[in-house]
């Protein structure tokens, strides 16, 4: 089945610093990526679309500044957590849907997350 | 009111059972419905999705969709200890964007 890849797996940082995860479509062109943010043992909850090419459209009570997402290519987003802080700690999960008249149209596939610890 | 409703669990069930879990949603206007397992620590995974009333299977998985009475099931036949993990359901609500809404999720554990 189509594969999505996330990086990195597990990141530790310091509070106030910045980190991207990427999330990559592997083997199919993704229009749209979508960015879940998972609480242990909670569910996921949607933080916001990412479509190529146009401005990611944002759950209601997710910081845009805070939580940059960035949609470059069919392939490719990245999701940023500018000056993050404990509560910032989470699992990070990208999903993407394939393209429009493929295959794949309509099924989502999910990256393989992101744990994300700020010190 | 959540928009789609699981029980929490924890669920427990011999080997060789029958594990039932169920999911109810809110939106009338639903059409997609949506299985996940998820392992901790692992992302989710997709088992089955089902767009009609009535049950769809595939293998030891039986999804049963009722739109009338607003729930969607799974059954999982001859469970075996590695089906333990939380099963999310999820639904494509409509007017949605074709956006995925979880529920949070029910822990099922098959003891052997």
């Known amino acids: 089945g189509a594969v999505v890849s996330q990086h990195p797996s597990r990141v530790i940082c310091k509070s106030g610093t910045s980190v991207k995860i990427e999330c990559r479509s592997l083997d199919f062109q993704a229009t749209t990526m979508f960015w879940y943010r998972q609480f242990p043992k909670k569910s996921l909850m949607l933080m916001a679309t990412?479509?190529?090419?146009?401005?990611?459209?944002?759950e209601q009570g997710v910081e845009k500044d805070k939580f940059l997402i960035n949609h470059a290519s069919l392939t490719l987003s990245t999701l940023t957590v500018t000056s993050a802080h404990p509560e910032d700690s989470s699992f990070y999960i990208c999903?993407?849907?394939?393209?429009?008249?493929?295959?794949?149209?309509?099924?989502?596939?999910f990256g393989e997350g992101s744990r994300l610890t700020v010190l | 009111q959540k928009e789609v409703e699981q029980n929490s669990g924890p669920l427990s069930v011999p080997e060789g059972a029958i594990a039932s879990l169920n999911c109810t949603y809110s939106?009338?206007?639903?059409?997609?419905f949506f299985w996940y397992r998820q392992y901790s620590g692992k992302s989710p995974e997709l088992i089955m999705f089902?767009?009609?009333?009535g049950d769809k299977e595939d293998g030891r998985f039986t999804a049963q969709l009722n739109k009338a009475s607003q729930y969607v099931s799974l059954l999982i036949r001859d469970s075996q200890p590695s089906d333990s993990a939380t099963y999310l359901c999820a639904v494509i609500l409509s007017g949605s964007a074709r956006q995925l809404t979880f529920g949070s999720g029910t822990q099922l554990t098959v003891l052997p």
């Open positions: 939106d009338r206007g639903s059409q997609s």
């Open positions: 999903s993407a849907r394939g393209r429009s008249g493929t295959g794949l149209s309509g099924e989502l596939f």
């Open positions: 990412s479509n190529e090419g146009s401005k990611a459209t944002y």
């Open positions: 089902i767009y009609s009333n």
